[in-house]
């Protein structure tokens, strides 16, 4: 496989994204992606505790519901310790198996799956205007109001529940795994030439960004 892990932290002050890539054995690799929520404390913590910690109990033989679980559970225990009210991320991975794909996210971090150049698969964000979108249009002012807000997010409760997504790959195949940072700004068609024709280097582009951005691409072989 090819492997692309790319994080920035654009205009602001600090870097609150994290991004994992890691050989679990055999034939198996996790990715994630995870993106601090601004607002709250210790977004950056947030963010490396939930990809580290997954990642962790993943490799323990744990399923990806056990792991998320868990993870909370030592975010819970690092929200006591650091005597914050609230310290949360959103995060997209995906375990790779072979040539099964088991992708599971929480919030608007995203996962994209192209094949032979065209988009078959995206995962749904967990966002207010995603679940407005299910009942009819949104308005500009409304994305512009409500566009930040997310419905779930990775915060240390029991209840943070990542969506799960099975997918086969076949080679050739292209993931994209990516903050919301990322996607927002710049169309994910745009980023894939950029890699097929060598000319990434988003670092020129950093003044166009206002958030952190941050992706994992992954080739299928």
């Given at each position: 496989?090819?492997?692309?892990?790319?994080?920035?932290?654009?205009?602001?002050?600090?870097?609150?994204?994290?991004?994992?890539?890691?050989?679990?054995?055999?034939?198996?690799?996790?990715?994630?992606?995870?993106?601090?929520?601004?607002?709250?404390?210790?977004?950056?913590?947030?963010?490396?505790?939930?990809?580290?910690?997954?990642?962790?109990?993943?490799?323990?033989?744990?399923s990806i519901p056990?792991?998320?679980?868990?993870?909370?559970?030592?975010?819970?225990?690092?929200?006591?310790?650091?005597?914050?009210?609230?310290?949360?991320?959103?995060?997209?991975?995906?375990?790779?198996?072979?040539?099964?794909?088991?992708?599971?996210?929480?919030?608007?971090?995203?996962?994209?799956?192209?094949?032979?150049?065209?988009?078959?698969?995206?995962?749904?964000?967990?966002?207010?205007?995603?679940?407005?979108?299910?009942?009819?249009?949104?308005?500009?002012?409304?994305?512009?109001?409500?566009?930040?807000?997310?419905?779930?997010?990775?915060?240390?409760?029991?209840?943070?529940?990542?969506?799960?997504?099975?997918?086969?790959?076949?080679?050739?195949?292209?993931?994209?795994?990516?903050?919301?940072?990322?996607?927002?700004?710049?169309?994910?068609?745009?980023l894939l030439e950029?890699?097929?024709?060598?000319?990434?280097?988003?670092?020129?582009?950093?003044?166009?960004?206002?958030?952190?951005?941050?992706?994992?691409?992954?080739?299928?072989?």
């Open positions: 496989m090819i492997i692309i892990e790319y994080t920035n932290i654009g205009r602001r002050a600090q870097n609150q994204d994290f991004v994992l890539s890691k050989k679990i054995g055999g034939s198996k690799a996790l990715y994630i992606v995870a993106d601090g929520m601004g607002g709250y404390s210790d977004g950056s913590i947030a963010a490396k505790i939930a990809a580290e910690e997954i990642a962790n109990f993943i490799i323990q033989g744990k056990e792991s998320v679980l868990n993870a909370n559970a030592e975010l819970n225990r690092a929200i006591r310790e650091r005597g914050v009210s609230k310290m949360g991320c959103c995060f997209a991975g995906i375990e790779v198996d072979g040539y099964i794909g088991n992708i599971f996210w929480i919030g608007d971090c995203r996962v994209y799956q192209f094949r032979n150049g065209q988009q078959i698969y995206v995962t749904q964000d967990h966002t207010m205007i995603a679940e407005m979108e299910k009942h009819g249009k949104v308005t500009y002012s409304q994305r512009e109001r409500y566009g930040h807000i997310v419905s779930r997010g990775f915060m240390g409760s029991t209840e943070d529940t990542a969506e799960e997504h099975k997918i086969l790959l076949l080679p050739g195949d292209e993931i994209m795994l990516c903050s919301d940072g990322l996607h927002k700004t710049m169309p994910i068609d745009v950029m890699i097929h024709l060598g000319t990434l280097d988003l670092k020129d582009r950093n003044e166009n960004f206002d958030d952190n951005h941050s992706f994992i691409y992954i080739k299928v072989d």
